[in-house]
């Protein structure tokens, strides 16, 4: 075997290693690659580390994986980078996958089986403050920022519409991008040179997806379109995306169930790998009525949507990066639309608290969570068995 076929080895059962311990979030997950991918194994520098989180931050789509991917383009080209893209999300994808299948076998055969999540479901809500209140204080800067925060937090919560969402990211984009010349000027040494291959391939999907979808009415088309438009929209990572989800599938939709949305978002917040795997749980959820092979299919099909289009994007930008940051509109822009993705998320906390009943336990349970995470060490899988084991005792004792 050849020692750039070993390295490729290597650096997929790393990416394995990272797919079942990844525990914590984004920075618990930097943290990991930091000390497997650079210092122990120096796939990457450090500096080319913080710059490709860096630009999968400034990206739609699931962050973390794209960042994986754009580490394996860098270590091996497309081929590596999209094998390595499989190998991070699987776990991920069937064990939320199963904890959908899970949820409605109890429901369907035991009454009262989501009683268990009597305190997770409202402890989900407290890991969404949580997120939110750390998104802001990272993303939003400036009065003007502020200020568009506060707008798309009244327009989402009022007009809670899949189809608002695009709209609003446009709008505050193109909000703070005519502000270019506050950024720091970047002279260009080298003309943009643009490769649009996956460009088209993106949009080519999209357009083919919603086309095909249109025609046939047939759901498991339709339900990749849905992902996949989602995830061509989502800036800000996994917590931005509860917000289109909640909307979509369970107010617009009506595929789940908010307290099966719930259970399901508190679940994802107690496994390893990418956050965006709320995802399997939810498509499966939406194809239940076809079965065991709608749970799986629907998992698959949820997780192939969300995923792709910030992996075309990555290997879009990825190429002609080093030229295109220094554009200042570029960068404006930046600061609208990751304000928008803010004001969403602050909608989300209060739209999926809405249909819980506002009773003592249930508003403890919110300020219990954002407490621990925000003041003491504690995981979140610890927080989350925690809550189900509440559930188990208040139920056997109590219920």
């Known amino acids: 075997m050849s020692v750039k076929r070993v390295r490729y080895y290597l650096f997929l059962r790393d990416i394995l290693a990272l797919s079942v311990t990844a525990f914590g979030g984004p920075q618990a997950f930097l943290a990991m690659l930091l000390e497997r991918m650079v210092q122990r194994r120096n796939y990457i520098s450090e500096e ?34 999209y094998l390595a893209l499989l190998v991070w999300i699987i776990p991920a ?61 009244f327009i989402s919560f009022f007009y809670s519409s899949p189809y608002v969402f695009p709209v609003l990211l446009i709008i ?48 498991p088309v339709i339900l990749f379109e849905n992902f996949y438009r989602n995830g061509s929209l989502i800036f800000g990572g996994g917590q931005v995306l509860v917000p289109y989800l909640y909307t979509e599938f ?60 910030g992996i075309f994007m990555i290997f879009f930008v990825i190429r002609f990066w080093e030229q295109l940051k220094k554009y200042r509109p570029v960068r404006a822009a930046l600061e609208g639309i990751n304000a928008v993705s803010c004001g969403m998320l602050i ?28 003041f003491t060490k504690i995981t979140s899988p610890l927080i989350i068995a925690g809550g189900i084991v509440l559930g188990l005792g208040y139920n056997y004792f109590i219920g």
């Open 347 to 374: 909608a989300a906390a209060y739209l999926l608290f809405e249909p819980m009943e506002a009773n003592l336990i249930n508003i403890l349970m919110v300020l219990g969570t954002y407490s621990l995470l925000q």
């Open 93 to 153: 994808t069937l064990l939320m996958t199963a904890a959908a299948a899970l949820i409605h076998f109890l429901q369907e055969y035991t009454p009262g089986a989501l009683n268990f999540a009597k305190f997770i479901q409202p402890m989900a809500i407290g890991f969404i403050i949580f997120a939110a209140q750390k998104t802001i204080g990272k993303m939003v800067q400036t009065t003007e920022a502020m200020v568009l925060v506060l707008i798309s937090t």
């Open 48 to 81: 080319e580390l913080w710059e490709l989180n860096a630009l999968c931050n400034m990206l739609p789509g699931p962050s973390s994986t794209q960042l994986v991917s754009a580490i394996g383009f860098r270590v091996g080209g497309p081929n590596l980078a």
């Open 172 to 219: 505050g984009g193109l909000s703070t991008s005519i502000k270019y010349k506050k950024q720091p000027k970047i002279e260009q040494d080298q003309p943009l040179v643009i490769q649009w291959s996956n460009f088209y391939l993106w949009a080519g999907v999209l357009v083919f997806a919603a086309t095909l979808g249109a025609i046939t009415q047939y759901q």
């Open 250 to 309: 369970v107010d617009f939709k009506q595929f789940l169930s908010s307290e099966e949305f719930l259970t399901g978002y508190a679940i994802s917040q107690g496994i390893p790998g990418p956050t965006f795997s709320i995802s399997s749980y939810v498509g499966a959820l939406s194809m239940r009525e076809f079965g065991f092979l709608g749970f799986l299919s629907g998992g698959l099909i949820a997780a192939a949507g969300i995923f792709l289009p």
